[in-house]
């Protein structure tokens, strides 16, 4: 099952009395257990693009299919308990929760869950062992330096084993050395647990990994092994 | 999510700015302290009346219908003949018995009293009491009040022993005697004036009368009563005693008596009556079940007279005139303090969802529901709410406590001796109950509209908000 299908998928915004496309009859498919890079500058729609397929947004028109449902007319609560069981989400700005630490922030997706406490405690031991944090657990996110940070994010990214990891620009605040840890160590965990996982960037390092890229220009796809030509 | 997590995350994030939770603490814990101060200042004063009223009167009266309204001080048209009867049912019924602390036969009656040695007269108001028994009467003290209230010193006195207002006491010029403090003897030259003023036949009485008396019996003085039949008759009395009657008004005028002496004075050899027959209670929430039966008691047995039953409100307007003006005061403040907190939780939670609105994003993304959003701010409020409820508390207790130790004393309006102020927050179950679930509920209110506001966030205009 294709975990992303886009078809003729448009998003205006609206500034006064502009209106933006800022997507523009978009359609794609995304393979599993691949690690999709999106790229374009600044303003293209990489963004608007990753927030529908997180279904954090909705399009204005056109179909959007996440891990085989189509999602653009679900309920907002029904949509919530979907993102909760199938997306999992890395931020440009970590967007850890200040006042848990980071064993909890990690935890708290299973919370939503409501998986039982010893299978939670496996789980998040096995993530911070993975993302490289062995003993830091207990810090909490303003102790941590933003490699860090970005590792606590990851982790609590894959936690409840997602279909799909969305990470929108995930090395845009880090320097170039540690954007490339990142970078690799989700590629690696990536690989091995044969998520499938999407990346917004439009750094050449990250596209370098890519298995499948996709060019973004003005709200269109412009070069894609993932569009679908009609 | 778990209701552990919940109230975890809704503590660190109320310890996550503590001074803006430390101020808004505060105007909680300020709030709650003057309300329930206030409260159990009012309680006290209520209590205190009431504990008053109920042991010079009782909590229920038997008086002939009209006598409290129009009756006055005209014991002759409103006597109950057959209040011993009355009084042997009551205490015989199965149902009141039990419910019943005392029942007692009183008579009021007016009349003149006159020192005539001094050559002094004033008009007293008299009441003629069976002084055992309404000394009993003093012990109610179901409030644990202070009381003031000290025993008659009537009860086995001689027949003819009278105890008079201190006020009434200075008027009648027996403060020598009667050792009243504060007391100016009028001088020399105004007594002569005020003598000779007098009419010649009580300035001839009065000297006879003076003449005749020792030294030590300077306490007698005479009373002038009307009788049942309307003729004037003259009893007299021996003041073995002024008394502080609190009330200024009534220390002027106050006279107490055995029942049987002012029987005498007032019928003389014809059969006695009293006005009143007092049923003092063993807690005053007894009154509804004790009055209903009463009065079918009353109505069955005793229906040739016409009698009715008051309750110690309405014997004592003043009562319920307190408790309706100190009530609109304590509302007045309540609302006044849960606004002022209703805004500060509303501008607490209006700012820390203002300052939060990336974290409100992350968690909707990451699955968190609408009304998981809704519930972590409530549940913040809650907290707020519960923490500054028990600080409060706390606090009104600690200066209660205070206060009630400090001797502080006032005299009340119209009161001739200072009270000790005292505030009852820790027994007044209605009053904390009431007040902490007002405070709760006032913090949850104020924290709703935030609470909805965070929850309405679309997730991408959150996450984009720096
Ligand atoms: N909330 C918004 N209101 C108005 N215009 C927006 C909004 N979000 C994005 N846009 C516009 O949509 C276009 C695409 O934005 P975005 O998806 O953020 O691009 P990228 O992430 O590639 O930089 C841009 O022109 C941007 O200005
Ligand atoms: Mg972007």
């Given at each position: 099952?294709q975990?992303?299908?886009?078809r003729?998928v448009?998003k205006?915004?609206h500034?006064?009395?502009?209106?933006v496309?800022?997507?523009?009859?978009?359609s794609?498919?995304?393979e599993a257990g691949r690690?999709t890079?999106i790229s374009?500058p600044?303003g293209?729609?990489?963004?608007?693009l990753?927030?529908l397929i997180?279904?954090i947004?909705?399009?204005?028109?056109?179909e959007?299919?996440i891990?085989?449902?189509a999602?653009q007319?679900?309920?907002?609560d029904a949509?919530?308990?979907?993102?909760a069981?199938?997306i999992?989400f890395?931020?440009?700005?970590?967007?850890l929760l200040?006042?848990l630490?980071?064993?909890?922030?990690?935890?708290?997706?299973?919370l939503?869950?409501?998986v039982?406490p010893?299978?939670?405690?496996r789980?998040?031991r096995?993530l911070i062992?993975?993302?490289g944090l062995?003993?830091?657990g207990?810090?909490r996110?303003g102790?941590l330096s933003?490699?860090q940070?970005?590792r606590v994010?990851?982790?609590?990214?894959?936690?409840?084993?997602?279909?799909l990891v969305l990470a929108?620009e995930?090395?845009a605040n880090?320097?170039?050395q540690?954007?490339?840890a990142?970078i690799?160590?989700?590629?690696?965990?990536q690989?091995?647990r044969?998520?499938?996982?999407?990346?917004s960037s439009?750094?050449?390092q990250v596209?370098?990994?890519a298995?499948?890229?996709?060019?973004?220009r003005?709200?269109?796809?412009v070069?894609?092994e993932?569009?679908?030509?009609a | 999510?778990?209701?552990?997590?919940?109230?975890?995350?809704a503590?660190?994030n109320?310890?996550?700015?503590?001074?803006?939770s430390?101020a808004?603490?505060?105007?909680m814990i300020?709030g709650?302290?003057?309300?329930l101060?206030f409260g159990?200042y009012?309680?006290n004063?209520?209590y205190?009346?009431?504990?008053?009223?109920?042991q010079?009167s009782?909590?229920l009266q038997?008086?002939?219908r009209g006598?409290?309204l129009?009756g006055?001080?005209?014991?002759?048209?409103?006597?109950?003949?057959d209040?011993p009867?009355?009084?042997?049912?009551?205490?015989n019924?199965?149902?009141?018995a039990?419910?019943?602390?005392?029942?007692t036969?009183?008579l009021r009656?007016?009349g003149?009293?006159g020192?005539?040695?001094a050559?002094v007269?004033r008009?007293v108001?008299?009441?003629?009491?069976?002084?055992?028994?309404?000394?009993?009467?003093?012990?109610w003290?179901?409030?644990?009040m202070?009381?003031?209230?000290?025993?008659?010193p009537?009860a086995g006195?001689d027949?003819d022993?009278?105890?008079?207002?201190?006020?009434l006491?200075r008027?009648?010029q027996l403060c020598?005697v009667?050792?009243v403090?504060?007391?100016?003897?009028?001088p020399a030259?105004?007594?002569a004036?005020?003598?000779?003023?007098?009419p010649?036949?009580v300035?001839a009485?009065?000297?006879?009368?003076?003449?005749?008396?020792p030294?030590a019996?300077?306490?007698?003085?005479e009373?002038?009563?009307?009788t049942a039949?309307g003729?004037?008759n003259?009893a007299?009395l021996?003041?073995?005693?002024?008394k502080?009657?609190?009330v200024?008004?009534?220390d002027d005028?106050y006279?107490?008596?055995h029942?049987?002496?002012?029987?005498?004075?007032?019928?003389?050899a014809s059969?006695?009556a009293?006005?009143a027959?007092?049923?003092q209670?063993?807690?005053?929430?007894?009154?509804?079940a004790?009055r209903?039966?009463?009065e079918a008691?009353l109505g069955?047995?005793?229906?040739?007279?016409?009698?009715?039953?008051l309750?110690?409100?309405?014997l004592?307007?003043?009562?319920?005139?307190?408790d309706?003006?100190?009530?609109?005061?304590?509302g007045?403040?309540?609302?006044l303090?849960?606004?002022?907190?209703l805004?500060?939780i509303?501008?607490t939670?209006?700012?820390?969802?203002m300052e939060?609105?990336?974290e409100?994003?992350?968690?909707?993304?990451?699955?968190?529901r609408r009304?998981?959003?809704r519930r972590l701010?409530?549940?913040?409020?809650l907290?707020?709410?519960?923490?500054?409820s028990?600080?409060?508390?706390?606090?009104?207790?600690?200066?209660?406590?205070?206060?009630?130790?400090?001797?502080?004393?006032?005299?009340?309006p119209g009161y001739s001796?200072?009270?000790?102020?005292l505030?009852?927050v820790?027994q007044?179950t209605p009053l904390l109950?009431?007040?902490i679930?007002?405070m709760?509920g006032?913090?949850l209110i104020?924290a709703?509209w935030?609470?909805?506001r965070?929850a309405?966030?679309?997730?991408?205009d959150?996450?984009?908000?720096v």
């Amino acid at each position: 099952m294709q975990p992303v299908s886009l078809r003729n998928v448009s998003k205006v915004y609206h500034l006064d009395a502009v209106e933006v496309a800022a997507l523009n009859e978009v359609s794609l498919d995304i393979e599993a257990g691949r690690f999709t890079v999106i790229s374009g500058p600044s303003g293209s729609g990489k963004t608007t693009l990753l927030n529908l397929i997180g279904c954090i947004d909705r399009p204005d028109r056109g179909e959007v299919i996440i891990a085989g449902q189509a999602v653009q007319d679900m309920k907002d609560d029904a949509l919530s308990d979907f993102r909760a069981r199938h997306i999992g989400f890395v931020f440009q700005n970590f967007n850890l929760l200040p006042v848990l630490s980071a064993y909890e922030n990690i935890e708290y997706p299973l919370l939503l869950g409501k998986v039982a406490p010893a299978e939670r405690r496996r789980r998040v031991r096995e993530l911070i062992d993975a993302v490289g944090l062995t003993g830091r657990g207990d810090s909490r996110p303003g102790q941590l330096s933003g490699g860090q940070r970005q590792r606590v994010a990851i982790a609590r990214a894959l936690v409840h084993s997602p279909a799909l990891v969305l990470a929108d620009e995930p090395t845009a605040n880090l320097d170039r050395q540690t954007g490339a840890a990142i970078i690799a160590l989700m590629r690696q965990l990536q690989h091995e647990r044969g998520v499938s996982v999407v990346v917004s960037s439009h750094d050449p390092q990250v596209q370098a990994e890519a298995d499948t890229s996709i060019h973004i220009r003005d709200g269109q796809i412009v070069d894609s092994e993932a569009e679908v030509t009609a | 999510m778990n209701a552990r997590a919940l109230f975890s995350l809704a503590l660190r994030n109320l310890l996550r700015n503590r001074r803006r939770s430390l101020a808004t603490l505060l105007a909680m814990i300020v709030g709650l302290t003057a309300i329930l101060l206030f409260g159990g200042y009012r309680a006290n004063i209520l209590y205190g009346m009431q504990t008053g009223f109920v042991q010079q009167s009782g909590h229920l009266q038997i008086q002939r219908r009209g006598y409290f309204l129009d009756g006055g001080d005209s014991p002759t048209a409103y006597g109950i003949a057959d209040y011993p009867k009355i009084i042997a049912a009551i205490r015989n019924d199965t149902t009141l018995a039990p419910l019943v602390a005392m029942v007692t036969p009183s008579l009021r009656l007016g009349g003149i009293a006159g020192n005539f040695a001094a050559g002094v007269s004033r008009s007293v108001m008299a009441i003629g009491l069976v002084a055992q028994e309404s000394n009993r009467m003093l012990a109610w003290n179901d409030y644990d009040m202070v009381s003031y209230a000290r025993p008659l010193p009537l009860a086995g006195a001689d027949e003819d022993a009278v105890v008079i207002g201190s006020g009434l006491a200075r008027k009648l010029q027996l403060c020598a005697v009667l050792n009243v403090p504060d007391c100016s003897q009028a001088p020399a030259a105004a007594k002569a004036a005020e003598t000779t003023n007098a009419p010649d036949d009580v300035l001839a009485l009065s000297a006879q009368e003076s003449a005749q008396q020792p030294a030590a019996a300077r306490n007698r003085i005479e009373m002038l009563a009307s009788t049942a039949r309307g003729a004037p008759n003259v009893a007299s009395l021996s003041v073995i005693e002024a008394k502080n009657m609190g009330v200024k008004a009534i220390d002027d005028l106050y006279m107490a008596m055995h029942l049987s002496q002012a029987q005498k004075l007032i019928y003389g050899a014809s059969p006695p009556a009293v006005t009143a027959i007092a049923v003092q209670l063993h807690h005053t929430a007894q009154m509804p079940a004790a009055r209903t039966r009463l009065e079918a008691l009353l109505g069955s047995e005793f229906s040739a007279e016409p009698l009715e039953v008051l309750d110690f409100q309405t014997l004592n307007p003043m009562y319920g005139q307190t408790d309706q003006f100190m009530g609109s005061m304590f509302g007045f403040i309540a609302v006044l303090i849960g606004v002022i907190v209703l805004f500060t939780i509303g501008n607490t939670m209006g700012t820390a969802v203002m300052e939060r609105t990336t974290e409100i994003g992350t968690l909707r993304a990451i699955g968190l529901r609408r009304s998981g959003i809704r519930r972590l701010f409530m549940c913040e409020a809650l907290l707020l709410g519960a923490i500054g409820s028990a600080a409060g508390l706390a606090s009104a207790l600690a200066i209660a406590y205070a206060i009630n130790h400090s001797g502080w004393t006032w005299t009340p309006p119209g009161y001739s001796y200072a009270y000790l102020i005292l505030v009852r927050v820790g027994q007044n179950t209605p009053l904390l109950v009431g007040s902490i679930v007002g405070m709760i509920g006032v913090t949850l209110i104020s924290a709703w509209w935030p609470a909805r506001r965070a929850a309405r966030l679309e997730i991408v205009d959150a996450l984009r908000h720096v």
